[in-house]
């Protein structure tokens, strides 16, 4: 019977995946999604024989429309008033019978086929995940480990590369300096449900063992697949409701539940494994305790009314609870295991001691351990610690820990008992591992960085100079009130779970030295004691184009400032600027913001080093290449000389966290590479090729930096340009997405670009397969310089502009020239979608020329493979997303409420499809 059920479910995928599996990518990844799209059709097949027919020939269609090199076939096609080919080519005949399929789609049909492209792209980027890892697992599998270095490990690699070129001791030293600090954002771009992450979860455990099974296992694994699917193809890809900030923290939460806490310390365990050979584990660790993340989850309030004072405690206290749980459980798990009688692992007078106080500090818990533990004294240490973790989440104050550092200090007592009765391998082993949790994660799990705009800071210090700090001559202002009542927050937050948790504040728009004082001023106000008043760090945040370049001037008044002052004598003269990748490319557009930021970073390290700074870059990227998304390990390496200084901060956001830090091996990767790329930027060689190279084609950067800035100055500048873009993309439908707390817009209406926030700005064009954030004005410049022989030079010579052009090439590869016409001809201006569209296909040219492909990721096997089979999928998407928005700009006045809200619903579903299918889009 199974033989039977099986040859069905191939037989019914043939004629869907022939010209599917024409694209050159690897077997294993073609396999994974031939099985992954025969799973879905019989899911579909069992839902409706209809859909499942119609989802056939829409996908035969888009399939067809793609083959060749639409990009290029897409620039001459003619089209019709709607944007539709009117060319009679098979690429633009079989674009066409998908819109004519999609057209003809009754709504409930069309809510379906649109669910099962959506779940198809999960399914889609699980394959890609699992090919990685299973080529990560090769690789690692192909080295020698009696070789020097693991090539499989880049950390490994980069360590070896600064030994031998600055020697044991120097490198020792970087490597004791390294740090890695993602900060998780607060407003995530990405459209999934957490119900929709679970099953991902769930299927992606199944793909996993799936090669390994046969028999029985296989169908039941198969059968599990298919349910799951199911659940996936039925479930709304939208949520009921936007989350609260507070519900927001279960996605870091989630993150850390399922990889951080267990690949931080396995990141650390590898690489001591490698350099320190048969002694690892045996002695004193090598490697650091180097990842500490952040977050603005429930602090960052700069236009979000959502994030209050009373939801900032909210946050602090899920996150501290949650963490200091997931201790109290892995020190009882390493204390039952430490199981070694007193006879034969003598414990040490530091341990008797501990033991002795804990004692006296509760008979209750150490009676409990004793019965346990009997003559096994480091078990029931351990134990008791447990409990006054547990102590310390109900907040029980004769028992609980004050401190991380109070547990961790037990804990290395602990440790040196071990060692000195010879337990080494238990020592340095599981303790170790609980240790290196806890310099990295503390009781705070994550290190809370509050926000807000600076014009909120003044306006707040005006409103009490006018009306009095009680409001003696008149009522405050509300927004007033909840900024001195976030100082207290902060001084709460501080006081219950440890300065860490909350000490950084940053400013949003930053123009002055006053700025930094009004937040230490506020900071003072809020208290009637002067020794409640927090312990803060304040961060300028420079966004702006004339920010950026006037920041040295900033920074020079700032650091006179008495309580700058007063913390860089407590910190060793450390400081943290922050620079802004996402407002200074829409205020300066992509090009002319990247180069922007590099001579910003130049001049800061100039600077550090004149004042004796120990200066922390904080770059604020998203995930999209608009707002200097990309990938990390190379946009390290290509910073100036002494920008990065062993320390790496970075914003992570949307889909991007799912994707770096969602799958166990794909995080420990990414930590790792990330992690080689901070330590190996302070290396002499890279830091050599950086400065040269910057200096070298600096003439021909700022020559296209001035081309490119005045062709996006000149398009934004057109009138009535915001509210054209408003209707040629989905971008009023984004803002009502449940996808984030936060508002589309700092409370400006469509009309106005200047405080519409940079993550809609970024993900409206990506939804409508532009991405003009990325690229706009590129093209423009290396038409101006006309010298494409320096150009690939640079591109070749320079690690910055190779990453951009990188980046670049990767954006244009997710765009389409057929259907960017379509939603182009949504509006009614036809020279803002003429210079938009030859824009879009002048920069695709060069960057294609610059790189020497004939099609976008052509050099890049598998991720350019992987994109050409996603698109597709996004384009039959895409166009239900079109035609829908073009359903809704035409009728709106005579649409039924509730055809519009059928119509709003279908396009809500196909965003988050689009933003599955893009990746990173926000």
């Not at 799951?228 to 927001?248: C, F, G, Q, W």
């Not at 240790?435 to 800071?457: A, D, K, L, N, T």
């Not at 765009?815 to 939603?823: E, H, N, P, Q, V």
Request: glycine share 6%; proline share 5%.
């Amino acid at each position: 019977m199974w033989a039977t059920a099986h040859q069905l479910g191939a037989v019914d995928t043939d004629s869907a995946i022939e010209a599917y599996t024409e694209i050159d990518i690897p077997q294993s990844l073609r396999d994974n999604l031939a099985l992954f799209l025969r799973l879905e059709r019989r899911v579909l097949k069992e839902y409706d024989p209809v859909i499942c027919e119609t989802f056939d020939k829409l996908l035969n269609s888009v399939i067809r429309a793609n083959e060749g090199n639409p990009g290029t076939e897409a620039v001459a096609e003619p089209v019709d008033d709607e944007g539709v080919p009117t060319a009679d080519t098979p690429g633009a005949r079989a674009f066409r019978h998908a819109v004519e399929l999609i057209d003809a789609l009754p709504f409930d049909q069309a809510q379906v086929v649109v669910r099962a492209f959506t779940s198809f792209f999960h399914l889609a980027n699980l394959t890609e995940e699992n090919y990685r890892v299973e080529k990560l697992r090769e690789r690692e599998r192909a080295v020698d480990i009696d070789s020097t270095v693991d090539p499989s490990n880049e950390l490994t690699v980069a360590y070896h590369q600064l030994l031998d070129e600055v020697g044991p001791e120097q490198a020792n030293a970087l490597l004791r300096k390294l740090e890695f600090h993602p900060v998780f954002t607060a407003h995530p771009t990405e459209a999934r449900r957490k119900a929709v992450e679970g099953k991902i979860r769930r299927i992606a455990e199944l793909l996993d063992e799936h090669p390994r099974l046969g028999g029985s296992a296989l169908v039941e694994n198969e059968r599990h697949m298919l349910q799951e699917i199911d659940a996936l193809v039925r479930t709304s890809p939208t949520a009921v409701k936007k989350p609260t900030p507070v519900e927001e923290a279960d996605t870091i939460i989630d993150i850390f539940d399922h990889t951080l806490f267990d690949i931080v310390p396995l990141v650390y365990r590898r690489f001591d494994d490698w350099v320190m050979g048969d002694l690892a584990g045996s002695v004193e660790p090598v490697c650091p305790a180097f990842f500490h993340p952040g977050s603005w989850i429930g602090s960052d309030r700069d236009g979000n009314p959502n994030v209050t004072a009373k939801v900032s405690r909210e946050v602090a206290a899920k996150f501290s609870t949650h963490m200091v749980k997931k201790l109290a459980d892995k020190c009882r798990r390493v204390g039952r295991n430490l199981t070694l009688e007193a006879a034969y692992t003598k414990p040490s007078e530091e341990l008797l001691n501990l033991w002795n106080h804990q004692v006296e500090m509760s008979e209750v818990l150490t009676s409990r351990a004793r019965e346990i533990s009997g003559s096994e004294p480091h078990r029931a240490v351990m134990l008791v610690m447990a409990s006054r973790l547990d102590a310390t989440v109900r907040r029980n104050a004769d028992t609980m820990y004050r401190t991380a550092e109070d547990f961790l200090a037990d804990l290395r007592v602990v440790q040196r008992s071990l060692v000195a009765a010879g337990a080494t391998r238990a020592a340095f082993g599981p303790v170790q591992t609980l240790i290196w949790q806890v310099e990295s994660f503390g009781f705070h799990m994550v290190e809370m960085e509050f926000r807000q705009h600076s014009v909120v800071h003044t306006r707040a210090l005006e409103d009490i100079r006018e009306h009095g700090l009680h409001g003696e001559r008149g009522p405050l202002d509300p927004m007033t009130r909840e900024v001195l009542d976030t100082f207290r927050a902060i001084g709460s937050i501080q006081r219950r779970y440890g300065q860490k948790m909350a000490r950084r504040y940053i400013i949003s728009f930053t123009k002055c030295a006053q700025h930094v004082a009004d937040v230490y001023e506020l900071a003072n106000l809020a208290f009637a004691h002067v020794e409640d008043v927090p312990t803060l760090d304040v961060i300028p945040l420079f966004e702006q184009l004339e920010d950026l370049e006037g920041c040295i001037d900033v920074l020079d008044e700032m650091i006179a400032l008495p309580p700058v002052q007063k913390r860089l004598a407590e910190t060793g003269r450390k400081l943290e600027v922050m620079l802004g990748y996402s407002d200074s490319s829409k205020d300066a557009g992509p090009t002319t913001a990247t180069l922007a930021l590099h001579r910003a970073q130049e001049r800061l390290a100039a600077w550090a080093k004149r004042n004796d700074i120990d200066l922390v870059l904080m770059h604020g990227r998203g995930g999209a290449v608009g707002r200097g998304g990309g990938p990390a390990n190379k946009a390290v390496l290509a910073q100036p000389a002494g920008s990065v200084n062993c320390f790496f901060k970075v914003t992570e956001q949307g889909e991007v966290i799912f994707a770096r830090y969602g799958n166990q091996a794909l995080a420990m990767r990414h930590i790792e590479s990330v992690a080689a790329a901070t330590l190996l930027n302070s290396a002499p060689s890279v830091e050599r090729t950086n400065t040269e190279a910057t200096e070298r084609y600096a003439d021909m950067a700022g020559k296209l930096s001035s081309v490119s800035h005045e062709a996006f100055l000149s398009l934004l500048h057109t009138p009535d340009f915001a509210p054209w873009f408003s209707c040629v993309t989905p971008l009023t439908e984004v803002g009502l997405l449940p996808i984030g707390s936060r508002p589309a817009k700092r409370g400006l209406g469509a009309q106005s670009l200047d405080d519409l926030r940079t993550i809609p700005w970024v993900f409206s064009w990506s939804q409508a397969r532009i991405n003009l954030a990325a690229w706009y004005g590129l093209g423009s410049a290396c038409e101006a310089l006309g010298d494409l022989e320096l150009l690939r030079r640079a591109y070749n010579e320079w690690p910055l502009f190779a990453t951009f052009i990188d980046n670049i090439e990767m954006s244009i590869a997710k765009t389409d020239g057929r259907i960017a016409k379509m939603y182009l001809a949504l509006g009614d201006r036809r020279d803002l979608a003429e210079t938009v569209y030859n824009e879009m296909q002048l920069t695709r040219s060069w960057v294609l020329k610059i790189v020497g492909d004939e099609w976008p990721l052509e050099h890049r096997r598998v991720l350019g493979r992987a994109v050409r089979v996603r698109n597709p999928y996004v384009d039959a998407l895409s166009l239900a997303q079109v035609r829908a928005l073009r359903q809704v700009r035409e009728n709106q006045d005579e649409l039924a409420a509730e055809a519009k809200a059928k119509y709003l619903s279908l396009i809500l579903s196909t965003v988050t499809g689009v933003s599955a299918g893009l990746q990173n889009t926000g």
